[in-house]
């Protein structure tokens, strides 16, 4: 990813390796969740494998942060890590989410250690202007501010960090 992506709700029910598609609202969150196929070609972040058959993913929309964060879980039910897109703000229109990412984002791993993944991509993002200056500040701060609340325990917020699921 070496630009700003859109990610939309429901995006995931057009990616033929993912099914078992379901969403539901909880207040101000949205929560998809989509079960990779057994013919799922296996995918890392690091070392940590985050797509397998069976593996389960979940996308939670969190419209009073204004942030999307997705938990990862394998086949047997056991939680891999956290993958936070650094974005725009979400935007709202009807029943449509969407985010502009920025490139830059986190992986925090169960036991909260957190990676910042991209950084090259980003780097050559800004230097092609593909990302402005405004944008990378934004993103850059947001990164500070994410990884500060996750030491606090303050991110993931306790309805993602604390979700489980049962296989």
Same mark, same amino acid.
């Given at each position: 990813?070496?630009?700003?992506?859109?990610?939309?709700?429901?995006? /995931?029910? #057009?990616?033929?390796?993912?099914?078992?598609?379901?969403?539901? /609202?909880?207040?101000?969150?949205?929560? @998809?969740?989509?079960?990779?196929?057994?013919?799922?070609?296996?995918?890392?972040? $690091?070392?940590?494998?985050?797509?397998?058959?069976?593996?389960?993913?979940?996308? %939670?929309?969190?419209? @009073?942060?204004?942030?999307?964060?997705? +938990?990862?879980?394998?086949?047997? $039910?056991?939680?891999? $890590? %956290?993958?936070?897109?650094?974005?725009?703000?979400?935007?709202?229109?009807? #029943?449509? =989410?969407?985010?502009?990412? =920025?490139?830059?984002?986190?992986?925090?791993?169960?036991? @909260?250690?957190?990676?910042?993944?991209?950084?090259? @991509? %980003?780097?050559?993002?800004?230097?092609?202007?593909?990302?402005?200056?405004?944008?990378?500040?934004?993103?850059?701060?947001?990164?500070?501010?994410?990884?500060? %609340?996750?030491?606090? +325990?303050?991110?993931?917020?306790?309805?993602?960090?604390?979700?489980?699921? +049962?296989?």
């Amino acid at each position: 990813m070496n630009s700003p992506e859109i990610i939309t709700n429901g995006a /995931w029910q #057009s990616v033929a390796q993912m099914t078992d598609y379901r969403a539901e /609202w909880f207040s101000e969150m949205l929560v @998809e969740r989509a079960t990779w196929s057994p013919d799922a070609e296996e995918q890392f972040i $690091g070392g940590q494998m985050i797509v397998q058959p069976g593996a389960v993913w979940l996308r %939670f929309w969190l419209l @009073e942060s204004e942030l999307m964060v997705e +938990k990862y879980f394998d086949a047997t $039910g056991q939680p891999l $890590g %956290f993958y936070v897109p650094i974005s725009m703000p979400l935007q709202r229109r009807v #029943s449509t =989410l969407r985010i502009i990412t =920025l490139v830059l984002a986190l992986w925090i791993q169960p036991d @909260e250690r957190v990676t910042v993944l991209h950084e090259a @991509e %980003f780097d050559q993002a800004v230097a092609t202007g593909a990302i402005t200056p405004v944008e990378a500040e934004q993103a850059e701060q947001r990164i500070r501010e994410l990884t500060l %609340f996750v030491v606090q +325990k303050r991110f993931p917020p306790a309805m993602v960090r604390n979700f489980t699921i +049962k296989v």
